[in-house]
């Protein structure tokens, strides 16, 4: 027998797997991934066998008379508002002017409406494919050619049961993923050193899956951690703009009534946040009389608010010399109470903590950062700033560019507040819809597309 005939078909096996994961068949797909993949694609759709697995639950759902006469749900957005206005009901995709998001519903409500199927026995099937694919290494957050993850298509479909162990498996990858970039191997060992430090990181990897059980029950604890390394990086006003911090503070801002530009129009502050600011400063200086911390001015809109408060004490740090010069403008700095750092908090809070400055209330929203700087400020920072019965909290934006992530991001800084030593308390504010607001008209790439904020409020734990 020639040898080109024994050699497996890659398009046939990535096509088998495909069916047994999108008709459940459990026993089959663990004989193909024994020496296949969980993240095959079909070259039409771009699914791989978790979307597989998901998108077929949509024909066993009874359906509304709308979509039985051809209204096509998977041209809906899981994001939280309707083109036509309707915040409970998502986008319209532009590829299918035809359809409107109010003629597209299942059993009767809207797409992404939550709803309890009960234990449909093919749904029950589905979330036993989707562990199993997940066990063997499929990737949580990888995009179909509708700009779908998993957990996106679940959500879109009301399968709220998938799209939870979806985002589960989002924790548990970004968690373990994060602690991954804590190892670093040395370079140039002999084998035997390398050998025992890459023994030494496997040990550690299994004893971090099994702490976070209790994060991600619905997981098996074997599962594997793979992982979108495109879509990894939290996506923050900042990340989207793909902006950093040097060229930010050399860079040029516009200020109009309605945002804070950066030279290349990405929104570095927008005045829809102005709500947000408000509830946040309500919260996290609920009283008259406190010492407060802004880091990050902006526009000024949380730091307005917090004047209005009239605290004992008004400390803001900014380093944007153009954000500066408009706080001169203002008379920021002759405001009572009021001391204005200029420089990078990086620099000026350490100078705080040596002084013995302590404060009650503190807000972090800065641009140009990622998560790793937000997470270094209240890892070793905010115990030396915050007194006793402080609150402290910060502009909540990872992830916002996709229900999923924002889910996933939100139960990752849960974990991390809890092992830094804190307890957050979330609230949930609506946010109007900004596509049909026209808020993203002249800006480079919007850094908001969810319908609601999740507020957060941190204190010391105990």
């Given amino acids: 027998m020639n040898d080109s005939q024994t050699e497996p078909d890659p398009e046939l096996e990535a096509q088998l797997i495909l069916l047994a994961a999108s008709n459940h068949n459990l026993e089959a797909l663990r004989t193909l991934l024994r020496a296949g993949s969980a993240n095959v694609r079909d070259l039409d759709t771009g699914y791989t066998p978790l979307h597989s697995a998901i998108a077929t639950c949509e024909a066993s759902l009874p359906l509304s008379p709308a979509v039985s006469s051809g209204a096509r749900a998977n041209d809906v957005e899981p994001n939280g508002h309707a083109a036509n206005g309707d915040d409970h009901i998502d986008r319209v995709h532009e590829n299918s002017p035809e359809t409107t998001a109010d003629e597209v519903s299942i059993s009767g409500m809207a797409i992404g409406e939550e709803k309890d199927f009960g234990r449909l026995p093919e749904l029950e099937a589905a979330e036993k494919t989707v562990r199993l694919l997940l066990q063997n290494g499929a990737i949580w957050n990888d995009l179909d050619k509708n700009n779908e993850t998993p957990g996106c298509l679940a959500k879109r479909l009301g399968l709220n049961q998938l799209y939870d162990i979806m985002v589960d498996a989002g924790v548990r990858a970004e968690v373990l993923l994060s602690r991954l970039d804590g190892y670093e191997l040395l370079q140039d060992v002999d084998d035997e050193e390398e050998q025992e430090q890459e023994e030494g990181l ?88 406190l010492r407060v911390l802004n880091i990050g001015h902006g526009m000024g809109i949380i730091d307005d608010f917090f004047q ?96 999923i992530c924002y889910d996933v991001y939100t139960k990752v800084i849960e974990i991390d507040l809890l092992e830094a030593g804190y307890d957050v308390e979330w609230e949930t504010i609506p946010v109007p819809d900004l596509d049909r607001a026209r808020q993203w008209e002249g800006i480079k790439r919007p850094y908001w597309q969810l319908g609601t904020y999740r507020l957060p409020v941190c204190t010391f734990i105990g």
């Fill in 308 to 403: 209005k408060r009239s605290p004992s004490t008004h400390h803001i740090i900014e380093a944007h010399p153009t954000v500066l010069e408009q706080m001169k403008k203002k008379n920021w700095v002759q405001k009572v109470g009021v001391t204005v750092h200029e420089g990078k908090w990086q620099d000026v809070v350490p100078q705080l903590i040596e002084e013995g400055t302590l404060f009650d209330a503190i807000y972090f929203d800065t641009f140009a950062e990622d998560y790793q700087d937000l997470h270094k400020f209240f890892e070793d920072n905010v115990i030396g700033l915050l007194d006793d019965g402080g609150k402290w909290g910060f502009f909540n934006g990872l992830g916002a560019d996709r229900q």
């Fill in 202 to 289: 496997e040990h550690n990897v299994l004893a971090l899956e099994s702490d976070l059980s209790a994060h991600s029950a619905g997981l098996d604890q074997t599962t594997k951690v793979e992982h979108n390394e495109e879509a990894r990086e939290v996506s923050t006003r900042a990340t989207l703009a793909d902006v950093n911090s040097e060229d930010y503070l050399r860079s040029d801002l516009t200020f109009t009534s309605e945002s804070l530009l950066d030279k290349d129009k990405n929104g570095v502050m927008m005045a829809w946040e102005t709500g947000i600011m408000e509830r946040t400063a309500e919260l996290l200086a609920p009283d008259r009389g």
